[in-house]
């Protein structure tokens, strides 16, 4: 049991950009999930997400990696879902089963049209995205530090406003990220 948020050993809240929601998530078991885990502890996980994810806190998770500058950033992505996703599932196809090499090289072919300017990387996530903001172009809406993937945060923070990342691997798949603003 972790002492300070509540939950079992390996969990973690997050903040679904989507759903302006936090969820439960556990890396070892890659399971994410809306309702705390078994073998929580109801007292100090409901002090906790007072404390982190309350209206308060304008709606956003506190950061506690972070400057605390209160920096904001806002994105669209691509994501390309494999197998090793930690949901192989989306929108698009109940069941992922395609490989992490098969997910690469789709977006390797979507990376080529965004820089030969054959598409925008909005056109192509909404049509070839598996995350659920693919309904609005891939636009993931403003976050700051620690609100991603660290490594998602990291890459998309490093971007100019309108240029796109190469290929960022985590855990939910494979992205090319676009700083909006």
Not at 39 to 65: N, Q, R
């Amino acid at each position: 049991m972790s002492s300070t948020n509540g939950l079992p050993p390996g969990w973690e809240v997050r903040h679904s950009n989507s759903k302006n929601l936090p969820y439960y998530f556990n890396g070892a078991l890659k399971e994410s999930r809306w309702e705390p885990p078994a073998g929580s502890d109801p007292e100090k996980l409901a002090s906790y997400m007072a404390t982190h994810h309350s209206s308060s806190a304008g709606g956003v998770v506190a950061s506690t990696t972070g400057g605390g500058s209160g920096d904001k950033i806002r994105a669209a992505h691509l994501l390309i879902k494999h197998a090793e996703s930690r949901r192989p599932s989306s929108w698009r196809q109940a069941e992922i089963t395609r490989s992490k090499a098969e997910a690469r090289t789709i977006l390797e072919a979507h990376q080529r049209k965004i820089e030969s300017g054959e598409a925008r990387l909005g056109d192509l996530a909404r049509q070839e995205s598996d995350c659920s903001s693919a309904r609005k172009d891939g636009d993931l809406g403003s976050f700051g530090r620690g609100d991603m993937q660290k490594e998602f945060e990291e890459a998309a923070f490093a971007l100019e406003v309108g240029q796109v990342s190469g290929i960022v691997e985590t855990a939910s798949g494979l992205h090319l990220i676009e700083r909006l603003a």
